[in-house]
């Protein structure tokens, strides 16, 4: 089993990195659609 802190922490972590990378992407697009 893994320690659910260690665990939970690694997992938001990539999740935030995820979210970020969505954001900028999104950002981008909007700057090409305009």
Do not use: E, P
Request: proline share 0%; charged share 10%.
């Amino acid at each position: 089993m893994y320690r659910s802190t260690g665990f939970n922490a690694v997992n938001t972590l990539s999740l935030n990195v995820l979210y970020l990378k969505a954001l900028l992407t999104a950002a981008n697009y909007k700057k090409y659609a305009i």
